[in-house]
């Protein structure tokens, strides 16, 4: 069955702290994979995204990886920002005629100050 | 660029009755045209994928004719929630695709039906 599993479901961190996001995958034919920032009421917004041979992708603070053999990969954000809070969710695209993007259920973070 | 709009941001109506949200591709001409509804703490669904000029595929226990989808043009869509009830409540997002496999969302519709 093609799902896409993150943890941890919520997070609280401190900020100007560090934080590292996970997702698990198990879709088959794999294309790529993508993280998006989906801010409350907001549409999700793209921050990385990573083919089968890249095994990481940077974009300011946020560092995604990839390992397409465990199929599993990483969000890592740095010196985290009130602005950072928000649902991170995991998605990968399923290879094939009909690329259909299998959505993870997202990681709720929250950064107090 | 690839900016994708909905309007209206957010919607209440009375049970029964229709409404319809439009979703637009600002600077870039959309081949293909898909519709998500989110409900809270879940993450999107996909409900149907739309062609410009074709008939809506709607996804497995979407309601075709409950969600009427008219993608008339390359910028364009709307979904109609037709007789919309209270358990229709929810954040619809719609994105938009040129070819390849990147699509972009919509900031999407909070619809609230009471």
């Known amino acids: 069955k093609n799902q896409v599993e993150q943890s941890p479901q919520s997070l609280i961190i401190l900020e100007g702290k560090n934080c590292t996001l996970q997702c698990n995958y198990t879709v088959s034919p794999f294309s790529n994979l993508r993280w998006y920032k989906q801010d409350t009421g907001r549409g999700p917004v793209s921050l990385t995204i990573?083919?089968?041979?890249?095994n990481t992708k940077s974009n300011g603070r946020y560092t995604a990886t990839l390992d397409a053999d465990t199929k599993q990969s990483s969000l890592h954000i740095t010196a985290s920002q009130l602005s950072d809070s928000a649902s991170y969710i995991c998605v990968v695209s399923k290879g094939g005629a009909t690329n259909k993007l299998i959505f993870g259920t997202g990681t709720l973070l929250a950064v107090q100050p | 660029g690839a900016v994708v709009s909905q309007h209206p941001s957010r919607v209440i109506c009375k049970s029964g009755t229709s409404v319809k949200i439009e979703c637009r591709s600002l600077d870039f001409q959309a081949t293909t045209m898909f519709w998500y509804r989110q409900f809270p703490k879940q993450s999107l669904m996909l409900m149907a994928t739309?062609?410009?000029?074709?008939?809506?595929?709607?996804e497995q226990g979407v309601e075709k004719d409950k969600f009427l989808i008219n993608h008339a043009s390359l910028t364009l869509s709307t979904l109609t929630v037709t007789s919309a009830h209270p358990e229709d409540s929810s954040f619809y997002i719609c994105s938009a695709r040129v070819s390849g496999e990147t699509q972009y969302f919509g900031p999407g519709t909070r619809l609230l039906v009471l």
């Open positions: 990573m083919t089968f041979s890249e």
């Open positions: 739309s062609n410009e000029g074709s008939k809506a595929t709607y």
